[in-house]
């Protein structure tokens, strides 16, 4: 029944299910990687979908079951983090087609699962603002985004790979199975732009939520000065400069691919230095 | 009647003996016209003939005689006498006939490891001899079955993986940068023997544009005439390298032709967007330099080479399994050859209606009484004795050694899903469940 416990059952046992799930899907793409079996062309793809619509399925009864979007703590922040990446990349293998990254990107996604299923904690007593609905959005929008440029990296670094590769004439692995430079390169626009349009909404959604909540005086502080607010805005711009680029002034792949690699070790350096050395008001638990 | 496999291949025949028996379409359809193919000792035959191969399949009722027969077609037909010489030409039989078109079909005979080509024609044969009408129930079968084991080769292991030639390799590599080739202009310079092949295989892909540059003006028009694109002169040379995509160069000049001064100039104004050069002359035709221009790929005759070789290696390494992919397929064929005789297929027949007798038996066993039951086993047994007593005695008339009775034990095993060996057969103590 919705919003009722008797969902708890059926949650835990996906939870214990996703880890060997997201397992399956790793060796499937990473048997794909290697030899490009027939039997994997079709299977793997599909059971990677079913495995984002179960995902997608548990994250949403666990909306209803404990009334909250499960971003709360940093064990469900994983799993819909893992969530995020198996289904931007779903769209994007869809979209182009191309089968031979999916080790690469569902090799993150399943150790946030793993993480997120041993030590993942549902409770209901969370702090009212995290019940608010805007919070839901903010956040699915916020880890959708982060999700998808972190997929950009990923292309970012596999395009530098294969171009380094391709100038020196080296046929290996890397050469033999990863999708052509150009296919790379769009993958790395496809996911930029997808990421970048989440970002900019959810940061939208922030700034108007939390000026509501200002302005009634539910919280305190000015949000503007927030470090994670300000290296959000910066990587945004730092992003938003990017796609300009492209589209004003013709940027090349391998430049966008460049830059969303460093962009993505920015982002990860910035969250590692705000979450160890500064006060936030993003927290979760 | 017996599979016979006669021929003549690269293994066996120096050029000159191949040379003299390779058929065109007409070739072959006027030679299978004139050979009496229906009768004794001839059934059915395929003629498959590539640039490599020669080789007759047929079903014959004599081996001696058919093989005396295709001999004798060959040379007054071809005028060659060389079918019948042991020193060049091969015999297979049945399992080993089929063994080796299975092996030819997936390329594992060709000169060059795994082609495609081979395929296309492995079907294009069985074509001709349908249109001639020599094509029979047999041969078509192991037409098909070679060409599925050859597809299914190609597909599950890395038999056809990776350029193998120079220039396949060139378009691969300009692919594995430019991704779909057909949305680039391409640029071929030099229009002798190697232009001339490159541009064949960059015509393929459909590229947005070809254009031929030759210092002789008509070398350049005599390779666009046939392939389609434009022809122009030497001198455009530096303006048609800011129209390209990718340029090939296979030309005879001593010294180079393009220098990194002209591709600085060229990429101006593209903007990052990556440009493949491929220079297959010796000596070179563009300055090494040029590999070091951000975002131009250049390749020449030695790294493509280098990664052909590697390509032939990792072809070589695949061999053991696509073996594997085609003896599985073999097995299946032979296991439905095998079943192409009168008494196999009767006793197929019989087990399968026992079968499905002694089921519907077991599935009614509950509503009789334990000494009924062995009455009801009488009884389907009986019944299955009648309805087959009549088909049984004509199958039993079947002449399997003609095409004819060939094909009516095909459509028995067919129509009744008659494996090859039929169901297994039960315990004869075996008991209904009551």
Redesign the interface.
């Not at chain 1, 052509?180 to 296919?183: A, E, H, P, S, V």
């Not at chain 1, 002034?249 to 430049?255: A, G, K, N, Q, V």
């Not at chain 2, 692919?175 to 779909?180: E, F, M, N, Y």
């Given at each position: 029944m919705w919003g009722d416990w008797d969902l708890l059952p059926l949650l835990q046992l996906i939870n214990i299910l996703l880890p060997l799930g997201y397992l399956l899907a790793v060796l499937g793409y990473f048997a794909l990687y290697v030899?490009d079996?027939?039997w994997g062309r079709r299977s793997v793809p599909r059971w990677t979908r079913f495995l984002a619509v179960v995902h997608a399925a548990y994250l949403i009864m666990a909306a209803a079951t404990f009334q909250h979007v499960p971003v709360a703590n940093v064990w469900e922040a994983f799993t819909f983090i893992a969530f995020a990446i198996t289904s931007v990349y779903v769209i994007l293998e869809w979209r182009l087609g191309s089968r031979a990254t999916g080790v690469f990107l569902l090799t993150p996604a399943f150790v946030f699962q793993v993480l997120a299923s041993a030590f993942i904690s549902h409770t209901r007593e969370v702090e009212e603002i995290l019940q608010s609905s805007w919070f839901g959005v903010h956040v699915t929008t916020a880890l959708l985004g982060f999700a998808a440029l972190a997929i950009a990296g990923a292309y970012g670094m596999l395009y530098v790979l294969l171009y380094s590769s391709?100038?020196g004439?080296k046929?290996g692995l890397v050469?033999?199975r990863l999708p052509?430079?150009?296919?790379l390169g769009r993958l790395n626009w496809h996911a930029l732009v997808f990421g970048w349009g989440n970002l900019t909404l959810a940061i939208l959604i922030g700034v108007l939520w939390v000026s509501g909540l200002e302005s009634r005086g539910e919280i305190a502080g000015n949000f503007i000065y927030d470090p994670k607010f300000l290296s959000t805005v910066v990587i945004w711009a730092l992003y938003g400069a990017c796609l300009g680029g492209r589209l004003l002034?013709?940027?090349?792949?391998?430049?966008l691919a460049a830059i969303s690699v460093v962009a993505f070790g920015l982002m990860l350096a910035s969250s590692m230095v705000i979450g160890l050395f500064l006060e936030s008001f993003h927290r979760f638990g | 009647m017996q599979l016979l496999l006669l021929g003549v291949s690269h293994h066996s025949a120096p050029v000159s003996v191949r040379d003299a028996l390779v058929m065109d379409g007409e070739d072959v359809l006027n030679l299978l016209s004139q050979l009496d193919v229906g009768c004794e000792p001839l059934t059915e035959l395929v003629v498959l003939s590539t640039c490599n191969r020669t080789e007759f399949y047929a079903t014959v009722t004599n081996l001696q005689e058919a093989g005396q027969a295709l001999c004798e077609a060959c040379e007054h037909h071809l005028g060659v006498p060389h079918l019948g010489d042991p020193e060049y030409a091969f015999i297979h039989r049945d399992e080993a006939a089929v063994r080796h078109l299975f092996h030819v079909a997936a390329g594992l005979d060709s000169l060059m490891l795994g082609e495609h080509q081979v395929l296309g024609q492995v079907r294009e044969a069985l074509a001709m001899a349908d249109r001639a009408g020599t094509a029979g129930v047999l041969t078509t079968r192991l037409f098909h079955a070679a060409a599925k084991a050859g597809n299914r080769a190609r597909?599950?292991t890395?038999i056809s993986?990776?350029a193998v030639s120079v220039a396949l390799a060139a378009v691969r590599?300009a692919?594995?940068?430019?991704?779909?080739l057909s949305k680039q202009r391409v640029l071929i310079v030099g229009a002798g023997e190697t232009g001339r092949l490159v541009s064949r295989h960059f015509a393929k892909e459909h590229t947005a544009s070809l254009t031929v540059i030759n210092r002789t003006f008509a070398g350049a028009q005599d390779v666009v005439a046939s392939l389609g694109g434009t022809a122009r002169r030497f001198e455009e040379l530096e303006t048609a390298l800011q129209d390209a995509d990718v340029i090939v160069t296979a030309t005879s000049s001593p010294e180079t032709i393009i220098g990194r001064d002209h591709l600085e100039r060229a990429i101006r104004g593209r903007?990052?967007?990556?440009m493949v050069i491929v220079d297959i002359a010796s000596p070179r035709d563009v300055e090494p330099a040029v590999?070091k221009l951000?975002?131009v790929?250049l390749?020449d005759l030695d790294?493509l080479e280098?990664?052909v070789a590697?390509?032939r290696r990792a072809r070589e390494k695949e061999i053991p399994k696509a073996q594997k992919v085609l003896e599985r397929e073999l097995t299946h064929f032979m296991e439905w050859y095998r079943g192409l005789q009168v008494q196999p297929t009767i006793r197929a027949l019989r087990l399968s209606f026992e079968e499905i007798a002694l089921q519907e038996a077991e599935r009614h066993a509950k509503h009789f009484h334990q000494s009924e039951i062995e009455l009801l086993q009488r009884y389907s047994r009986e019944l299955v004795n009648r309805l087959l007593h009549h088909p049984t005695a004509r199958i039993k008339q079947v002449d399997r050694y003609t095409s004819d009775g060939m094909a009516k034990l095909v459509a028995v095993r067919d129509l009744f899903q008659l494996a090859s060996e039929g169901p297994a057969p039960r315990r004869p103590g075996s008991k209904i469940a009551s």
């Open positions: 030899g079996p027939p391709l100038k004439s046929v050469f033999q052509d430079l150009d296919t002034f013709r940027w090349s792949s391998r430049r | 597909n599950e890395g993986r990776g590599m692919r594995k940068v430019l991704g779909d903007r990052g967007q990556p590999g951000t975002d790929f390749y790294s280098s990664i590697q390509n």
